[in-house]
């Protein structure tokens, strides 16, 4: 067994991170109390500044994706800002992704290489209103006009769709198909008529994502994802097995971020005649953030591992990653707060926004109790011999 990086990728990460340490990580708190038109604004100077040394499309290759050059990637970003990780990975990951898995010759030639470049910014619609967690309860739909669709439905909490140039969607093809063979995704451009993007939403966290819902009134759509209708589901999953792993690095990411600014006012700040940090009880906090840290790295890396190899459960073992470091990351930045104190808990701070943004991950792509759902399925099928 070998747990050690390449050399390669070793680099790839010292790179990486001193390119967005200097570059992204200044303009994080930024976004905080910016108004909306001007975030969006900063957002797509962040894309393409990532995109500026190819670091956009880290792992999506033409009809691959290496998901340990994901997660490096995605740790790194993240560390630097949570938001611009997040708008980066539903354009690159999820859209730029979803091409390389599932478009055809002509889709990736149109789009795959200007997603990567950020000269076109994509965004991922399947929630709804009534249907979250459950995919199966979606009511937008697409209908045959000829050559093309029709899509008819509402779709909300879109990151990055007031800046997005492409949807990729998903509605319902064959109501009688089920949740199997029913529904398809699709690639919808901005200016098709009948899309109409709604007022920006506004969140607890992740304030520099821009964010809203999308309307669909006889849009009509012409790329179909695959060669033939009834893959949506299917292809969703993939794509939600996979984001589990970049989602994980995000937690990482801000665990990673949340860990130097404690260590360092552990450090400074003194009470009592001595360093906060050589108080047993933050000491100990800081022991277990690295602790907690440290397992989703090595849950992602082997989760992201597995994936790359088709190992058979690789699904559970991100189902574990995303879930462990889901959880882990809202405790490390909770210490983090207990450890700045009064001084954390002034808005502006940096360990608030941290704070704020933590909360997210065990929220999307698949909650936690979606998660702990699929994983006790797995168990309870893997010993139904017994
Ligand atoms: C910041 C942010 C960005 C997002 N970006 C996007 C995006 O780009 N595109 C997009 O389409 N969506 C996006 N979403 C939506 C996200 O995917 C959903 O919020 C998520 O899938 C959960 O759905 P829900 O909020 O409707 O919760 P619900 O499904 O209503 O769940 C409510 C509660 O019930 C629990 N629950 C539901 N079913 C079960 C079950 N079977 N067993 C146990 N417990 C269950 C859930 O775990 C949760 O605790 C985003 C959300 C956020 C917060």
Redesign the pocket.
Known sequence: MDYQLTDNQREFQKDLAGFLQERIAPRAGGFEDCPRGEINDRMRENLKILSSRNFLGTGINDDSLDLVMIYLAGEEISRACASTF?SAR?SAF?CGGALALFGSPEQKKKHLGRLLSADEIG?????????????SSITTSARRDGQDWLVNGD???????PIADVFLV?ALTDPDGGIEKGMSLFLVEKDSPGLTVGAS?E?M??RG?P?ASVEFKNCRASELMGEKPGKGYQQLKTLMTMGCISITSLCVGIGTACMEISTQHARQRRAFGRQIGKFQDIGFKLSDMFTYNDLGRMLGLRAAWAINTHEDDAGVSAACAKLFAGEAVTSIVNWGMQIFAGHGYIRGSDIERLYRDAR?AG????????Q??LISTHELDRFKQV
């Not at 779709?155 to 769709?161: E, L, P, R, T």
């Not at 929220?363 to 979606?370: K, L, R, V, Y």
């Open positions: 997040l539903s999820m965004a991922i619609a399947y929630t709804e209103e009534d249907a979250g967690s459950d995919i779709k909300n909490i879109v990151v990055n769709a998903l939403v969140t966290g992740m994502v964010m997210f929220i999307c792509e698949g909650t936690s109790e979606i702990r759902a």
